[in-house]
């Protein structure tokens, strides 16, 4: 049994920045790789950003790719993403989501099992 829950999306220009948040609760936490997925309407839902249990892997979207940060504090069961020059195409539901299984890292989506009810993030132009 494994709860996830989103916070710390909102309204933003673009070129500014928002640092989401998910809280884990349920299952050992530090055992799991954990990742953020994103889905604006009309799309598919896609990888962003993922972290190994340990943090000390992370693999991170093209599109996103140095502009977004992941990043997690075990003991206090989070994860983290932030989000600095956000663009108009980043808006979206985004997802912070655990496997099903113990797995180091991965961003296949369809072996995330557990999901947050995720937080609406947009931006403007």
């Known amino acids: 049994q494994v709860q996830l829950v989103e916070s710390g999306g909102g309204l933003v220009q673009a070129g500014g920045s928002l640092r989401l948040s998910c809280a884990a609760s349920?299952?050992?936490?530090?055992?799991?790789?954990m990742g953020w997925f994103r889905q604006a309407p009309g799309k598919e839902r896609e990888f962003v950003a993922t972290?190994?249990?340990?943090?000390?892997?992370?693999y991170y979207a093209d599109s996103v790719k140095g502009r977004f940060t992941i990043s997690r504090d075990n003991a206090k069961n989070a994860v983290y993403l932030q989000m600095n020059s956000l663009k108009p195409e980043d808006t979206a539901v985004y997802y912070c989501?655990?496997?099903?299984?113990?797995?180091?890292?991965?961003?296949?989506?369809?072996?995330?099992?557990?999901w947050g009810q995720g937080t609406q993030v947009t931006v403007s132009s």
């Open positions: 349920g299952r050992t936490f530090s055992s799991y790789a």
């Open positions: 972290i190994s249990w340990s943090g000390g892997l992370t």
């Open positions: 989501a655990a496997p099903r299984t113990l797995v180091v890292i991965t961003t296949m989506l369809d072996e995330y099992a557990y």
